[in-house]
């Protein structure tokens, strides 16, 4: 894995601090928390494609709302 340093300013820091669950590191925590950001896009942008696929292909939908 690729070590990279991101900069945080203090105000940032400060309120990560105070969000950030007890006994975990606060690099722990913003990784996490850009880890579901990421995962919340991408699910996103799956969710918004399966919609245009039942958007087009209505024998699709159908046989959703039959299952």
Do not use: C
Request: proline content about 4%; overall charge positive.
């Amino acid at each position: 894995m690729q070590a990279t340093t991101i900069k945080l300013d203090g105000n940032l820091v400060r309120r990560l601090k105070t969000v950030k669950p007890p006994g975990e590191t606060l690099t722990g925590f913003v990784r996490s928390v850009l880890d579901a950001e990421v995962r919340r896009k991408r699910l996103r942008a799956a969710a918004e494609a399966y919609a245009r696929l039942l958007r087009t292909h209505p024998d699709e939908a159908e046989a959703v709302d039959i299952w």
